[in-house]
């Protein structure tokens, strides 16, 4: 799982994003959500396979996002092509780390398994950048050193605890809006923190992501019952 999610999901993207612009990006690891949904469709063993009902509010939210984001169509033509197929392989290794997850549950709690998952997702991103020599190139500044220290607090003892600990009490076509959610809330924290305008195209695009999410659970609710 750490291998998978982590090292394979995070540093994929990680790469891909240092040969694109950051709106683009966002663009192709929004589509992670989709990916999660059919890979638990299609792998043998899920207790309860997503519905056409729940894909297409997946796709819905999806559109949302882009909205919100800003979809650039000349940024994606002039994108990098390796770009693209490094997000797409780390949606393919966050959506196989999930779905696999959710087959082979542990007994261990949710907090612990997201420590062994990170400690071992870490070591392997480490050795990763030792062999292409990356240490020469880690010099980072006070405020690098604030930004990390705010990742491994908020992204990953908090933010990953969660992802973990949702994903074994529902179905990774549910953990998988959270793809969504944080694009909500990155804008808003824009709003908030940095004084970003809100356009009226913006709040419909907040609509649609939050009315997807709200689908996929009610889809969910009526599929159980």
């Known amino acids: ?8 999901g995070n540093g994929l993207v990680v790469t891909g994003a240092r040969l694109v612009e ?3 990006t966002a663009i192709f690891v929004a589509g992670g959500a989709l990916w999660m949904a059919v890979l638990d469709a299609i792998i043998p063993g899920s207790e309860a396979r997503p519905t056409w009902t729940q894909l297409a509010g997946l796709l819905i939210g999806y559109s949302g996002a882009l909205l919100l984001i800003g979809a650039n169509l000349e940024g994606l033509r002039r994108a990098d092509w390796r770009a693209p197929l490094l997000f797409v392989a780390a949606n393919i290794c966050w959506g196989l ?3 696999y997850s959710k087959r082979h549950p542990v007994e261990t709690s949710p907090d612990m398994n997201a420590a062994i998952q990170m400690v071992i997702g870490g ?3 480490v050795v990763i950048g030792t062999v292409f020599g990356e240490w020469k190139s880690f010099t980072p500044t006070p405020a ?3 930004a990390i220290v705010y990742l491994m607090l908020f992204g990953s003892v908090v933010g990953y605890s969660c992802f973990v600990y949702v994903l074994r009490h529902t179905s990774p076509t549910i953990t ?3 793809y969504y959610v944080n694009t909500v809330i990155a804008v808003l924290l824009g709003w908030a923190v940095l004084g970003e305008r809100i356009t009226s195209r913006t709040l419909v695009a907040i609509v649609a992501v939050l009315g997807s999410v709200i689908w996929v659970q009610q889809a969910t609710r009526s599929q159980a019952t």
């Open 1 to 8: 799982m750490g291998t998978v999610l982590l090292a394979g």
């Open 22 to 24: 950051s709106g683009t």
């Open 97 to 99: 780390g999930t779905v």
């Open 123 to 125: 070591a392997a991103l």
């Open 144 to 146: 690098g050193w604030g």
């Open 176 to 178: 998988a809006t959270y």
